[in-house]
T-cell receptor, first 114, second 114 residues
Framework: DGGITQSPKYLFRKEGQNVTLSCEQN?????MYWYRQDPGQGLRLIYY???????QKGDIAEGYSVSREKKESFPLTVTSAQKNPTAFYLC?????????????FGDGTRLSIL | GESVGLHLPTLSVQEGDNSIINCAYS??????FIWYKQESGKGPQFIID?????DKRQGQRVTVLLNKTVKHLSLQIAATQPGDSAVYFC?????????????FGTGTQLKVEL
């Protein structure tokens, strides 16, 4: 089945440690996105990529980094500079990065601090 | 300022009744709107979308209404079932020239009572 796979489902980070969240899609979508969700809040955009080897900062990019070396993969690194990383992280993709396209989501990674 | 919000954080309905979930937006330039359903511990699931050149769109048991005059969006669920219990988000795109960037509301928790 086509879809978006996020791993791991749960992740724990120690102080001063960088961690990387995986996102893979086999939908042949050009655009991919990372969101952060905090309890009782909507999704906030961290980074997005409209095409391979290109990405842009979203609304809350500080403390995060991404890469887009392959069409199907868009990993997110939560760096030690992100002082409040505990959240539910969601990856999404859409056919293109042009507006008026629905985004389809994975089932998320829950990151916690040890 | 610009915002996408919801009128009620929680909505309780009896099984079999119709549900109406509301959403307000403030940017008249918004031209595409999506409703998502999110179950606990999972990613948002696409329900239905509507473009700004439409007032109404129907899907299976769901209808989305768009009132551009008052910048209001609603999701109607017919014959609500226990499986409809979830958080519902509206999302919008704004043509800022930077890709398919969605802005999400904070969500409404729909509870279906037996």
């Amino acid at each position: 089945d086509g879809g978006i796979t996020q791993s791991p489902k749960y992740l724990f980070r120690k102080e001063g440690q960088n961690v990387t969240l995986s996102c893979e899609q086999n939908l042949n979508h050009d655009a991919m996105y990372w969101y952060r969700q905090d309890p009782g809040q909507g999704l906030r955009l961290i980074y997005y990529s409209q095409i391979v080897n290109d990405f842009q900062k979203g609304d809350i990019a500080e403390g995060y980094s991404v890469s887009r070396e392959k069409k199907e993969s868009f990993p997110l690194t939560v760096t030690s500079a992100q002082k409040n990383p505990t959240a539910f992280y969601l990856c999404a993709s859409s056919i293109s990065g042009i507006g008026n396209q629905p985004q389809h989501f994975g089932d998320g990674t829950r990151l916690s601090i040890l | 300022g610009e915002s996408v919000g919801l009128h009620l954080p929680t909505l309780s309905v009896q099984e079999g009744d119709n549900s109406i979930i509301n959403c307000a937006y403030s940017n008249s330039a918004s031209d595409y709107f999506i409703w998502y359903k999110q179950e606990s511990g999972k990613g948002p699931q696409f329900i239905i979308d509507i473009r700004s050149n439409m007032d109404k769109r129907q899907g299976q048991r769901v209808t989305v209404l768009l009132n551009k005059t008052v910048k209001h969006l609603s999701l109607q669920i017919a014959a609500t079932q226990p499986g409809d219990s979830a958080v519902y988000f509206c999302a919008e795109t704004r043509l800022t020239g930077g890709g398919n960037k969605l802005t999400f509301g904070t969500g409404t928790q729909l509870k279906v009572e037996l």
